[in-house]
Each structure stands twice: as structure tokens, then as C-alpha cells.
């Protein structure tokens, strides 16, 4: 969509729901509504939109005050919906039915962080790839089950409908409709302004704080085996040692781990060794290849596979983000 300087024709609507949160609400303003000298006019008409003319409260006390509202839609060529208060209420209907016939005229939708729970009540989301934040993947998944959802990137681009993970994401996501609007090296000088990474390594699933799984009767009695089995996580399990340690044949434990755990013991095996090397990599300085060998992930090839595989970036990659101070 370049743009001549001076030009305003890109339409950019920003809904505003009660108790919004702040952060992810300020992210487009900032992103698509400053002028910053030295730099081109990028030509979006951003506008803030309350669900009725007037003040709206959002969160920590601040006040939407605008005179334009959802009906602005319509005419718009990009409609965002930032997070929301609270994704266990329903969505306002006035938004999701606003949303919908925004996409139904054009408009390129997007959503950040919980607002993709707006655009799924649309419609707009079904049979699609689509992600939000970690911690409500359970709610979303239970509630727009026609939704392909996916935890571990930053954001998904359709685009005519894109979504982004949580929080900060929601700069990964402007940032990249920048670009599609405007070209990589003007996203990338916006970036820098921004002193944000014009892209990010990996995706959502590095920030994810994977609990440990508990022992006792809510694993069919596995609860001991587990816990003997992340005490010795450095040695060369197989399925056959396991099965010995519970006093089991090897079929009844993987029927068991199915039933329990919801997978086979050699994944939830592995999970767990990535799992500690990532408690490894952000509390030690062990090299690489010891890190691998003390959870038993053998060497440093093998644990950049698995690691790179579950979390999305390379285990020296986590390191440099996630390496607690002293280390």
C-alpha cells in the first residue's frame, strides 16, 4: 500500500471494548498512528472506536474518549481488536457482528493477543489456523473447536484475517502488516525506532512455562514413576526400563501413559529432558554439550533437534534470552 508523503487514505479502525487491557490497545496507535520525523508518512487514518460515542474505561484507569464507533467498520480497510478483559465472557455482540461485516466488506482483520477470541465468534477463524495467548489455548480450543489452533508461533498472516500470540506479539504482528503494506526496509526502520527486533527467532512457544506434570492418582498411579523417572533423566531410559522400574509389561505402560499422560512414555521422556535443559540453559553455565548429556539428550545435535523442535529456537538462542543474571 506505499503511500506518497503527506498521504492519508489507509483507514485504520482500533476497537475499544470496556476494560481493555492498556498495553495491547496503545500497540497499533503507537505502531500505525505516530508520524516520526525522518521518516515517510505511511498514510494509515488510525481511529480509536468505542462501542458507543463517548467515553469508554478501559483498564488501570484510563479513559477511550472518541467519537467514533464500531459502525466505522465497515468503511474501514483494516479493523484491529486488541485484547480483551476477560476471555471466559462472551464477546460483546455489537463487536463480533461489527467484525464480521467489516471482513464481509473488505476489511483486513486482525486481532492481538485475546481479541482472536472476537474474531472467532465472528466466523472468521473457522477452518483456519489461528493463535492467541498460552495461557487461554485450553479455553479457546474448548470453545471454537472448528479452529485450528496453534500455540507456538508469534502470529498467523491469512491475509484478510490475521492473529497474534500474547502481548508483545502484537508488535510482531503490526510490524509485519507493516511490511506487507510498505515493504521490509520501512518495517525494519520502524522497528528500530521502536527498539523492537524487526523479527523475532522462534515463535510463542519459547515463552511457555511448561508445568511439570504431577505425581499421584491423577496420572492412574503413574505419579511414582514419574517422579523416579525425572530423577534420573541423565541415563539411557528405554521403554523396557520403565516398564521394569513400575513392575509392568511394556504393553500395559504404554497403554497406561495413553490413558494418563495422553502420550507415549518415549515422548513424555523426551519432553521432560527438554523440559530440564531448559531449567539448564537458564540457570547454569554449562556448555552446550553438558547440558545435553545431563538430560540425556545425548549430544549437542541431538539437543539442538528436540529443543529446536519443542520451544522454536536453538538452545543458544534461549540461553541469551532467558539466562538468568549471574550467569
Not at 38 to 43: A, F, R, S, T, V
Not at 53 to 70: K, L, R
Not at 293 to 298: D, E, I, N, P
Request: proline residues 6%; charged residues 20%; contains cysteine.
Amino acid at each position: 500500500m506505499g503511500t506518497e508523503a503527506g498521504a492519508r487514505h489507509h483507514l485504520l479502525a482500533v476497537a475499544v471494548t470496556e476494560g481493555a487491557p492498556i498495553f495491547e490497545l496503545s500497540i497499533p496507535v503507537e505502531v500505525f498512528g505516530r508520524v516520526r520525523p525522518g521518516m515517510p508518512e505511511l498514510g494509515y487514518d488510525v481511529r480509536v472506536c468505542n462501542p458507543v460515542s463517548g467515553p469508554v474505561p478501559s483498564s488501570a484507569g484510563f479513559t477511550a474518549y472518541t467519537e467514533d464507533t464500531y459502525e466505522l467498520f465497515t468503511r474501514a480497510d483494516t479493523v484491529i481488536v486488541p485484547a480483551v478483559r476477560d476471555v471466559t465472557e462472551e464477546p460483546p455482540a455489537d463487536l463480533v457482528a461489527a467484525v464480521r461485516d467489516a471482513h464481509a466488506h473488505g476489511a483486513r482483520v486482525a486481532s492481538l493477543c485475546s481479541g482472536a477470541f472476537v474474531l472467532a465468534a465472528a466466523g472468521l477463524l473457522d477452518g483456519r489456523r489461528a493463535t492467541t495467548h498460552w495461557l487461554y489455548g485450553d479455553e479457546f480450543r474448548r470453545r471454537f473447536p472448528a479452529v485450528d489452533f496453534d500455540p507456538g508461533v508469534l502470529y498467523i498472516d491469512h491475509g484478510d484475517v490475521l492473529t497474534s500470540a500474547g502481548t508483545t506479539a502484537g508488535i510482531d504482528l503490526c510490524l509485519a502488516m507493516v511490511a506487507a503494506d510498505h515493504g521490509a526496509d520501512v518495517a525494519n526502520t520502524l522497528a528500530r525506532r521502536l527498539v523492537a527486533p524487526a523479527h523475532r527467532s522462534g515463535g510463542q512457544a519459547q515463552y511457555v512455562d511448561t508445568p511439570v506434570a504431577a505425581s499421584a492418582s491423577g496420572h492412574d498411579g503413574l505419579g511414582p514413576l514419574l517422579d523416579w523417572i525425572r530423577g534420573h533423566l541423565a541415563e539411557p531410559l528405554t521403554v523396557a526400563d520403565l516398564a521394569r522400574q513400575a513392575n509392568v509389561a511394556e504393553r500395559t505402560l504404554i497403554r497406561r501413559f495413553h490413558t494418563a499422560v495422553g502420550t507415549t512414555p518415549g515422548k513424555w521422556l523426551t519432553a521432560q529432558r527438554v523440559l530440564h535443559a531448559r531449567r539448564l540453559l537458564e540457570t547454569t553455565d554449562l556448555p552446550v554439550e553438558r547440558v545435553a548429556h545431563q538430560a540425556g539428550l545425548g549430544g549437542a545435535a541431538n539437543l539442538r533437534h528436540h529443543f529446536t523442535e519443542a520451544v522454536g529456537v536453538a538452545p543458544s538462542d534461549y540461553r541469551r534470552t532467558f539466562r538468568a543474571p549471574g550467569y
